[in-house]
Every structure is written in structure tokens, then in C-alpha cells.
């Protein structure tokens, strides 16, 4: 079972990637319409949470969005909810890629969880959130990381989502007020 859910996802990701290759923003946005602006920022951010380097059409697509959209805040929540998707989705990639792992990779990756669960929680999960909503760095390596160790994932969906969402609400707001 979980060998098919990595095999799905394994083609989910390489299906979006190949997506983002052929399309660029500007032409999501001429073959959906501006009316369809929530769609559009939504999937250019589930795409772009799947990769490393994607990520940074999702900040074009919200400032764009945002600068003549009437509701800039909301750009950004449906921004963060589709970075959202795309992380839980590349955490069940990591969870389900750890069922490959060999028998020493394996112990270590054990003895990494009993460290991490040895720490104070409330401790990890800030350090999710502030990861999420204020790095570059891109969020799939912390939740690959935290997936492939087992890091149970109800630790990690709340501070997860609440920093997707934070980063694009406040660059949609900013811009929509002319700050930034």
C-alpha cells in the first residue's frame, strides 16, 4: 500500500513539474481568466510547494493577483492553502519514500525521531512555523526531513499551515497597500 502511495505521488510531482516547465503564470492566467484568480493562485502554489526552486512563482502570481484584486488577503490565505496542499503532499511523499529505506538508514532515522521527540513540542512546532513563514529556504526539505524520520503528522499540519498562510497574506496585503 504505501509502495502505490509513493508511486502516486512520485507521478504527481513529476506531472506538476512538467506543468510548471510548459506553463508560466502569465499563460495559467490567460487560459483561466482573471475571474478565476483564487484557482489560478491556488495552483500555481500547490505546484509550486512540490520543489525546491518553484516555490518563487507563487510570489509573482500573489503580488500580481493582489495588486488588483479587491480582496488581497484572501490572494494570499488561498496562496498559503495551496502551499499547504503541496507540502502535506510532499510530507506523505517523504512518509511514504521511508518505507524504502534500508535497515541502518532506518535505526538512524529512529534514533533522529527519539531525539526529536525528547525536545519540547511546542519548541518544534515554532521552530516549523517560523521556518515556513519567515525563511527562503524552501519548506519541502523540513517536511521531507520531518516525514522521512516519522515525525508524526499531527504535529506538524498546524504550525505547517499556519505558516504557508502567513508569508503570502502579508506580501498580498503589503502590496495591495502600496508598501512593498
Do not use: W
Not at 510547494?49 to 493577483?65: E, G, K, N
Not at 521552530?127 to 524520520?149: K, M, Q, R, W
Request: charged share 10%; hydrophobic share 55%.
Amino acid at each position: 500500500m504505501r509502495i502505490a502511495l509513493f508511486v502516486l505521488l512520485s507521478l504527481l510531482v513529476t506531472g506538476c513539474m512538467v506543468m510548471v516547465l510548459v506553463y508560466s503564470p502569465v499563460e495559467m492566467v490567460g487560459i483561466l481568466g482573471l475571474r478565476n484568480s483564487y484557482l489560478i493562485v491556488f495552483f500555481v502554489s500547490l505546484i509550486g510547494a512540490f520543489t525546491s526552486f518553484t516555490t518563487l512563482t507563487t510570489y509573482p502570481v500573489v503580488v500580481a493577483m493582489a495588486a488588483g484584486h479587491p480582496h488581497p488577503f484572501a490572494i494570499g490565505v488561498v496562496a498559503g492553502l495551496g502551499l499547504s496542499a503541496g507540502d502535506i503532499l510532499f510530507y506523505y511523499f517523504g512518509f511514504a519514500a521511508r518505507e524504502l529505506a534500508g535497515g541502518s538508514l532506518e535505526k538512524r532515522l529512529e534514533k533522529i525521531l527519539q531525539r526529536l521527540t525528547r525536545l519540547p513540542q511546542i519548541a518544534i512546532q515554532a521552530f516549523i512555523y517560523f521556518y515556513v513563514a519567515f525563511t527562503p529556504f524552501p519548506n519541502n526539505l523540513l517536511t521531507g526531513i520531518l516525514a522521512f524520520t516519522g515525525y508524526p503528522f499531527r504535529k506538524v499540519v498546524v504550525p505547517l499551515v499556519l505558516g504557508d498562510i502567513t508569508l503570502p497574506a502579508l506580501v498580498a496585503v503589503l502590496v495591495s497597500r502600496s508598501l512593498i
